[in-house]
């Protein structure tokens, strides 16, 4: 049996290396063998973080029997659905169609052709070795029937697989939306509908930039006391298995982090005081301290488990806590934390359903918790750096820095940024991943080009470097060209991509913004600093979807619906003109993107006309062109309030400036 995965650039795949499974990574050698052998593909897909994943490793993988069964039987292809999002989706797909549900680990069964005729999740190993041997029995005594499950399977999967698209969402579209959205929300509790609850980040975006204070404030503040979030140590898990936001599912995910930090960023600009700025520094510690990799990018995730046991990591009982802090501090802490038995065999996870008392008692208390539970087995990580993931980082981390003036927030924001443009694009494309530094061979999809755009763009907001406006503009260029459907909207996977049995495309949001909305809000704002028409209406049209979605489907296009209120709102745009040495610069830099603005965009600059660089054969617009004829008022700092490029009168104060951005 050969290791095939030894060489893999995804923690998942090499914890599957060793396994007696002859495992294949995806790619054409594992469909050539499955045809030369003419047995069916076992479709294996997962992620490090996945606990059931580890379950069915445990129990099925790494058992010689069941090996025994998959070796003889079948060809078999172990996938990471965060390396390959394409392949996932084609398979959730067709697991969601046949099963009417879905999840990791996915178990499918296909042709040769990579045609799917039975899906499945987690199996526990009886069923599964059941399952094996039928799958065998059926394919060899019957195999016609498999071949045209399969086809049907795949015609049903690319009949009418598009969404309808409307116009460009209106102020009445949007107020449908929240209305929507009251329907479902848990007035008692925060967030949409009942366990488990994931945390709801692009709604709650719309929801701070249409002044829906009450759905976002409550959802807010409900995830910051509960469970869900790491109370000792910041950042927040993935979901919480109850509706009230106890009990976590403890896998931590960059991707939730990045959203969640923007967000409560975004909560205390609009007066979430500071519970707000509490929580967003503390996760953007954790970031820096927990997921920062040797390269400067950011890691994918945290395991649930640690020692085999899911949470071990972070629940504690009354008499851990004494004996780190003492009976008194023990006792405190036990009634702050709401210590009563939350989880499993006596152990909670940590809340904080009120204010303590002693801020510094408080302080104190954590610190030395924290040092403690620093002492025990970690969780895993997987230290592989994706691209898209961390264009929300690099968004999260370079406003969040600006906004609460932490220079080392930038710093990392930019650190990450110099590693994907070294690293992970590659004559001009992208690649997903990359792991110790080492690029990966999987192509970027729609998602890595929008939500890296859209970091850049925001990074260059804060710090001003065109370089990274100029990158952005690069990456929406290979969108518009190669991932266009030419129906306004966009398919997931670019025009010369690996042909799959179905071009994934999917407008809704998951757990993070979908391709084609992270795609509009970089176009959006890329057209508005560079005054392009281009990208301009190619944001517009891909909003197309928001239109139907609103009414009744409002949670799944959260980031369509905040990216609409900022095209209603124009967005509007902000030049900053003056030194990037002197601090009035600096002070009407800050106050534009502390405005309560959905969606402004920033440009700084020396002005002037001034592109950053004196290469003429780079197109115009890879310049803040709205920076471009915008000049100092008496040698002052000034600031150009815009909309469509049409600026009403300058001013050189944050006073006036602020005035400006509120009329």
Known sequence: MMNRLKDATSPYLLQHADNPVDWHPWGEEAFAEARRRDVPLLISVGYSACHWCHVMAHESFEDAETARLMNEHFVNIKVDREERPDVDAVYMGATQAMTHQGGWPMTVFATPDGHPFYCGTYFPRPHFQRLLTEVHNVWTGDKESLLRQGAKVVEALNTNTTLPSGPLPGADTLDRAIANLRETFDAANGGFGGAPKFPPSMVLEFLLRSGEREMSGKTLEAMARGGMYDQLGGGFARYSVDAEWVVPHFEKMLYDNALLLRVYTHWWKTGGGEPAQRVALETAGWLLREMRTPEGGFASALDADSEGVEGKFYVWTPDELRAVLGDDDGRWAAELFDVTGTFEHGTSVLQLPGDPDDPGRYASVRERLLAARERRVRPGRDDKVVASWNGLAIAALAETGLVFERPELVAAATGAADLLAGTHLVDGRLLRTSRDGRAGTNDGVLEDYADLAEGLITLYGVTGEARWLRLAGTLLDTVLDGFADGAGGFYDTADDAERLFQRPQ???????????????????????????????????????????????????????????????????????????????????????????????????????????????????????????????????????VCRGFTCRMPVTTVEDLRAELAG
């Open 506 to 640: 999917d407008p809704t949001d998951s757990a993070t913004p979908s391709g084609q909305y992270a795609a509009a809000g970089a176009l959006l704002s890329y057209g508005a600093l560079t005054g392009s028409t281009r990208h301009r209406e190619a944001a517009h049209a891909a909003l197309g979807t928001v239109s139907v979605l609103a009414d009744k489907h409002a949670r799944f296009a959260g980031w369509g619906l905040a990216v609409a209120r900022a095209a209603l709102a124009g967005p509007v745009e902000v030049a900053v003109v003056g030194p990037h040495d002197d601090p009035r610069t600096a002070a009407l830099h800050r106050a534009a993107l502390l405005a309560d603005v959905p969606g402004v965009v920033v440009a700084l600059g020396p002005g002037d006309g001034d592109r950053g660089s004196g290469d003429p054969l780079v197109p115009r617009q890879a310049y803040p062109a709205l920076l471009e004829g915008r000049q100092p008022v008496g040698e002052a700092p000034t600031a150009y």
